[in-house]
């Protein structure tokens, strides 16, 4: 068999290899994700439970002020993968509230993306709306803070605050398990800060899906970034694995010679 033959069948053998192990990934991927229960912030119990059945999610209350912080979708990401986090602000009773600083604590290592930091609010003529911050990053102790000089929360017209960060994970972060983050926040007219830190709202690390995997992946197979942009490697693999792989297979046949 000649050199060229021989890298001919290689590839094909490669791509084969990749529909096999790739697909298998996925789908042990998505039944983890499936066991996901936000439900389960705050669930009594002494024993520790293992990494992915770790909450997600958790509620805190300060006078008559409720915070929830979660881990936008699954709760679960891979090295060197994006999470994000939602903290919302409610008073469902009493008086009204002022927040005028709140203080994100995120896992060492992970880093603040730039510009993903988002406030809503409640606006005396709009309503709630998006309300332009800018963030104070804080390396030495893991956290990002925003403040005002006073953002409303009420039982009135159901005023409401979120906040939203996205960090990048570290490539080195540990697959199998769970990193807890925290919080806390200003109150106009109350006398100390109020904080949850940590909080018991955990991302859980897991290994990457195929997608994730083939990011900037072989241009010899013909895979391109999975990232962005229609016709990708990314969004063929997701919507025909089976005939992404045989496509691959056969542009390898076709054009080495």
């Not at 906040?163 to 983050?181: I, N, Q």
């Amino acid at each position: 068999m000649s050199r060229k033959s021989m890298r001919r069948a290689a590839s094909v053998v490669a791509a084969a290899a990749l529909l096999a192990g790739g697909l298998t990934l996925g789908a042990g991927t998505a039944a983890a994700a499936g066991s996901v229960d936000l439900g389960s912030a705050g669930s009594s119990g002494t024993a520790t439970p293992p990494a992915e059945q770790k909450a997600h999610a958790a509620t805190k209350k300060a006078d008559n002020i409720l915070v929830t912080k979660q881990v936008v979708g699954d709760g679960t990401v891979a090295p060197g993968g994006k999470v994000t986090y939602r903290t919302t602000f409610s008073v469902p009773s009493g008086l009204d509230r002022s927040i005028t600083k709140i203080t994100d604590f995120h896992p060492a290592g992970f880093e603040y993306v730039e510009g993903s930091a988002k406030v809503n609010a409640w606006s005396l003529f709009n309503g709630q709306q998006d309300a332009k911050v800018t963030p104070v990053v804080n390396a030495a102790d893991n956290s990002l803070t925003v403040a005002n000089s006073g953002w409303r929360t009420s039982v009135i017209g159901n005023a409401t605050l979120t906040l939203e960060v996205t960090y990048r994970v570290p490539s080195s972060a540990k697959v199998g398990t769970a990193l807890d983050s925290g919080l806390s926040f200003d109150v106009f007219a109350f006398a100390t800060t109020q904080k949850f830190n940590p909080m018991g709202v955990f991302a859980t690390i897991r290994s990457a899906n195929l997608v994730e995997g083939l990011t900037g992946g072989s241009a010899d197979l013909g895979l391109g970034s999975s990232e962005g942009g229609t016709g990708s490697a990314g969004s063929a693999i997701i919507t025909d694995p089976a005939g992404f792989v045989a496509d691959v297979i056969s542009g390898v046949i076709g054009n080495g010679s």
